[in-house]
Each structure stands twice: as C-alpha cells, then as structure tokens.
C-alpha cells in the first residue's frame, strides 16, 4: 500500500511562503485525485486543494490564488506552494487520496506555524 511523508512545513511570518512536499511510496499514477488537508488545533480535518492525474485543480475558498498544487507522478511527489500565508493557515498539513476512493494511511503531516 502507497505510504506518505509529507515534509517543508515550519514557522513562517505572514505574508510568507512554504512549499510542502509529499513524497509517496508507491505509486500514484492510478491515483486520479490527490490532495492536500489541514487540521487546526480544536477544528476538522479539511480538503483545502486537490489535483487530478489530468491536472484539473480545486481549491477551497479561502486559499484560491494563494496556494497552489502540483503533482510528479514520475517521483512520485505532491507539492504544495503557499503563499501570502496567514496566521489562519495555521494547521498540520497532509495529503492523501482526494474526493473519491479509500483514504490511504495518513502520514505523520508537517507543521505548518503562521506568526509574527
């Protein structure tokens, strides 16, 4: 079964960026939907960007124009690049199937720590 590790998370001033990395052991290509989540302390788990092996992206509200995702199915690594960060982006952040589908095994997420 594909493992994650995601990575690239640290503490970052507002207005900054990050660029996550998910690397997966296994392969993905059969994979049509992979995307990143974030779960703050006390909240929900949430899909906040999604990519399809086509490249078709989806992105929740109130991260459009600010993150972008992006996918290597040759590596295979899922990327995902945040920027004019917020101290609301505050969270851990995973990836995993997205959308349709069994979830794969959660990975460990990397911390992501938005603050003067």
């Known amino acids: 079964q594909v493992q994650l590790v995601e990575s690239g998370g640290g503490l970052v001033q507002p207005g900054g960026s990050l660029r996550l990395s998910c690397a997966a052991f296994g392969s993905i290509k059969n994979i049509n939907v992979m995307g990143w989540y974030r779960q703050a302390p006390g909240k929900q788990r949430e899909l906040v960007a999604s990519i399809t092996n086509g490249g078709s992206t989806n992105y929740e509200d109130s991260v459009k124009g600010r993150f972008t995702i992006s996918r290597d199915n040759a590596k295979p690594t899922v990327y995902l690049q945040m920027n004019s960060l917020k101290p609301d982006d505050t969270a851990v952040y995973y990836c995993?199937?997205?959308?349709?589908?069994?979830?794969?095994?959660w990975g460990q997420g990397t911390q992501v720590t938005v603050s003067s």
């Open positions: 995993n199937r997205a959308r349709v589908g069994v979830l794969l095994p």
